[in-house]
């Protein structure tokens, strides 16, 4: 391909993934131009792109539904004064249930109360539902056939991350206590 | 080893092997702090986990007896401030009990393997462990940069988009409001940090520490680790008191302490 | 001004354009900046930069309210063959706005101010308007008679509701949000 074509090929991604209101996927990408475009093509021209914005205030992110150009984080405090209004931080209900249901994906209900120890707002559920980061995907064959729920590529994708397994590692269990050499023997000296 | 610890009188328990002589002092919540205090906990297993985590205690081997008595305390103080009592605290107070009195019975010498005999709070631990591993993979999740509060996407006007009308529902407008009450709350909270720090009620600790004593030094009325905005607060109650003649202010030479006194 | 600041002044303006959804006007652009920026210095690099996106396919556009970057015309061919898989959505300036209006109509703009504690664009109105969603039905009888606006019928049936009072209430809505962070600590100098 030709210097100019590049160029070319260059300034149209630019301007769908500028316009663009959701992640492009590569096929999306390839679907726009009249000729059909090698994948390996597609990559070297969004690599370049990438590397073009590297030194500007957005950046071209790669998530788990597709690419898209996203502000950087260092640029917040100015876009900030243009809105001063705060997105909604949602409490810490709401983000226990997400955890959940992130790392123990399917879940019901009835698992994320077992293991939060209190009863599961709707609204909760409604909020994370709302927001498209988790959905009901089918139900668990025990009686009341509960929904099981997952989280959502829009998930991975207001996080930044491209799979789940790009998730902040959950803490080992064993290493949340400290190891106690005496546990066996006090069993009950301890108590009384 | 136990019999002979436990021989001293003194001795209230053994913790990890180390005699206990005290109980701890610091259970103690001011009683108008408790409503807003309790509502910071998620439920009782993470109120069990504080209380854990402030006494330093080993979740792998949680003194049923004096847990059960904190926990209670807290569940009485929720019943006497008339907050709502969700059902699962009491739920959990019975189970603490239970699990309590069933340490109290005789245990089989070895455990079988079908953990019948085993320890009764094996299921509590591992219920509160799995609590805090979810509990701590939640903060970790809030802190991850995320789209619309540490950053945007970005999509500039096209005429093609423009004719795409974006489709919203009833909840959506839910979710605006929800903006608009988070960044509402945050204004409610400040007036109760500006009750926090009243002048007058600045006023009155001064007087009252001064009740009884004659004299006392002008900088033992202050407390410095409380930071820079108590001391504040302290000082223009000290001059309000002063100008309204209620105290008495004064230095012997230049340098000398400074006293003050009821007037 | 040295050439790095206007390069720096420049990324900002370009990142800051291209990330709000609606024009922004010179004023908006200025407050943006720590420091007290002329008006012909924001104008030179407003021009510079609409010189620099000259050959690509996004346009620096003055228009009646502000200044905003939008597709050429000759790339619409390309954005015509994405099909977004999900229409686009509002901003949250918009949805806020709206959403005052439903639940405390009917209000004036400075009602709007108030309660959003930032500035109303006339463009949210706008758009709020020709969707057919708002419209204003008289003044309030104060200084400047401001307009007094109201949901229309078209509002409910878009969002398939048959009255005002089937929209989500908004006693529930507490609960979800997150306590103050600073209430915990402050409860907490309690306990030490």
Known sequence: MSITRLTELKIVLETILLSSSEPLTLEQMRGVFDEDLGVDMLRRALDELRDEWQHRGLELATLADGWRFQTRQSFQRYLQRINPEKPPKYSRAVMETL????????VTRG???????????????KTLEQRNWIKAVGHREV???????????????DLNLRALDELPPLAELGSLVAPNPYTAQLDLTGEE | MTGQTLASPDVLALINGQPLTELPHDLYIPPEALAVYLGAFEGPLDLLLYLIRRHSLDVLDIPMARLTAQYMEYVALMRKQQLELAAEYLL?????????SRMLLPRPVQADDAGEGSDPRAELVRRLLEYEQMKLAAENLDE???VGRDYLAVSVWSAEVEKL?????????????????ARAGTRRHHTVGRQELS????????????QGDLFMEFTTLFEPELGVSHLVVKFLAMLELAREHRVEITQNQDFAPIYVRLA
Chains 1, 3 share one sequence.
């Open chain 2, 144 to 146: 991850l940069p995320r």
């Open chain 2, 92 to 100: 959990m107070a019975a189970l603490l009990i239970e699990i309590k």
């Open chain 1, 143 to 157: 009686p009341g056939r509960p929904a099981l729920y997952v989280t959502t590529a829009q998930l991975l994708s």
């Open chain 1, 99 to 106: 955890a959940i249901i992130a790392y123990k994906q399917p």
């Open chain 2, 165 to 181: 009308l974006p489709q919203i529902s009833a909840d959506d407008l839910r979710e605006a409001w929800l903006g608009l009450l």
């Open chain 2, 199 to 210: 002048v007058r009620e600045a006023m009155g600790q001064i007087l009252n520490a001064l």
């Open chain 1, 111 to 125: 698992d994320i109360e077992e293991i939060r120890g209190v009863t599961v707002n709707t609204q909760i559920i």
